[in-house]
């Protein structure tokens, strides 16, 4: 029987891995300079931990949540998003007791959710997000949206919009709730069967519904900005005043909700081009109440996510590389007397902070070196019968063809010296006849 990986995962292989690693170095820098700490959480949690963060009517709870009971009889479930996870690590370690408020955490990782496969959304995915936790100050929000837009600019993703939105706190929300369903109610045979629920449960979702999508009722249905109350009227104005000193374009969208119960005040999303009707890339909001309905303090937070696969369909594809790993700086090229010196050289290289690799198929000279060029190396080192028997390597530029003699213990300098002065002359030392019994071709 051959197996193949389950439906909706996906082998990440080592040529795409190399984009995967990228974007991931460049999300920590980002991070990094915006203040946040990297945390770890586990790929599984108590089941309730996200009925009572997610939301038991949501979506995610209801139909896509991977759960299972353990041994032990303990109902556990494969994390679907990462804040609930990161604030019950916060609440647990009393983080919050520990460093300057606001606490900033960022994360990367794979979640999982039974959900249709298609292209940028798996069941298996993976996630990087940020959570700020302490402070209810607009400028905090103005700064985690700026982290995202910041990301997303260095990557180089392009045709990026900033959707804006505030969803009021449990003060206003409520009366948004009654003029929500007094408007949806007449329409109920219009809504798909799990809007219709929705209705009664969570009528909020019924905005952000995945069968029909937006429609004209959803366009002409009451605007949450409408039912703010003052205090978070002040606070959306001066998020947007925020953005608008920053230079970060937005729009802003009324019946803009987000999945997660847990949201209140600034909800935004990041969507690009590219993505079909499904394309928000980033997207997160604040969470005011979420921390004190974990168990912890009453302290607000905010923060994003975004799916690593759907930001990898939208960037330029690379060229074309070499499978399996990065081009090496240097490829060894051991055969007669000189192959027993293969590992030494190759460990004595790496050690220099070089990349290095080499052939372990046994292969002629010839062959060596058609594989240093076909894996990309800038330099080869030779070594043969003559080479081994003198203490020395031939070193040969595979692009210009020209070609040094040096001692063994001063190869790793005199390679490490020239790739960090990639704009030095590649000029041989006119010592060709001293590299023995190969003769190779300049």
């Known amino acids: 029987m051959r197996y193949q990986a389950p439906r909706g995962t996906a082998d990440i292989l080592p040529d795409e891995a190399a984009r995967w690693q990228a974007v991931e170095a460049a999300f920590r820098e980002a991070c990094r300079r ?6 770890r959480t586990p790929i599984f949690e108590q089941t309730e931990l996200f009925a009572r963060s997610v939301g038991a009517s949501t979506d995610i709870v209801q139909k896509e949540m991977y759960t299972f009971t353990d041994r032990g009889g ?48 798996q069941r298996q995915f993976h996630q990087f997000g940020v959570e700020a936790i302490g ?31 505030s969803l009021g706190c449990p003060v206003c929300r409520p009366a948004y709730r009654e003029a929500l369903v007094a408007f949806l109610r007449p329409h109920r045979e219009a809504l798909c069967p799990d809007c219709r629920l929705r209705l009664e449960q969570n009528p909020l979702r019924v905005l952000d519904c995945k069968i029909d999508g937006p429609t004209p009722l ?7 900005t409408d039912h703010l109350c003052d205090a978070c009227r002040a606070h959306h104005a001066a998020v947007k005043a925020e953005l608008d000193r920053l230079g970060i374009p937005y729009v802003e969208d009324p019946h803009l909700v987000r999945g997660l119960d847990y949201y209140t005040r600034t909800v935004f999303e990041f969507v690009a081009e590219g993505l079909g009707a499904q394309n928000t890339v980033l997207a997160g909001g604040r969470y005011n ?3 004190a309905a974990l168990g912890g303090p009453d302290l607000p937070g905010i923060g994003f996510a975004l799916g690593a696969e759907r930001l990898l369909l939208l960037l330029d594809e690379p060229a074309e ?21 293969k590992l030494s050289l190759l460990m004595r290289l790496r050690a220099a902070g070089l990349s290095a690799d080499a052939d372990f198929a046994g292969r002629g000279l ?15 080192v030779i070594v043969g019968d003559d080479e081994a028997r003198a203490g020395r390597a031939a070193i040969k530029h595979l692009a210009t063809g020209a070609q040094w003699t040096v001692a063994e213990e001063e190869l790793a300098a005199f390679l490490a010296g020239r790739i960090a002065s990639p704009n030095e002359k590649e000029a041989g ?11 190779p071709n300049p």
């Open 135 to 165: 402070v209810e100050a607009p400028e905090l929000d103005a700064e985690v949206i700026a982290l995202g837009w910041t990301f997303l600019q260095e990557i180089g993703l392009k045709g990026v919009t900033l959707v804006l939105n």
């Open 218 to 224: 959803v366009a002409s249905a009451p605007r949450i």
């Open 34 to 39: 915006f203040g946040y700490g990297e945390i």
């Open 429 to 439: 030392d006119g010592n060709d006849a001293h590299v023995g019994n190969h003769a």
């Open 74 to 121: 303990r109902s556990l479930t494969l994390r679907p998003e990462g804040t609930a996870p990161v604030v019950r690590a916060v609440i647990e370690h009393r983080l919050y007791g520990t460093a300057e408020l606001p606490l900033k955490l960022c994360y990367l990782g794979p979640m999982f959710r039974y959900e249709r496969p298609q292209s940028g959304r």
């Open 366 to 380: 010839k062959a060596q070196l058609r594989s240093a060029d076909r894996c990309g190396a800038r330099y080869a």
């Open 289 to 291: 109440g979420l921390m």
């Open 321 to 341: 590389g070499r499978f399996g790993a990065p081009a090496p700086d240097v490829y060894v090229v051991a055969f007669g007397a000189g192959a027993e010196k």
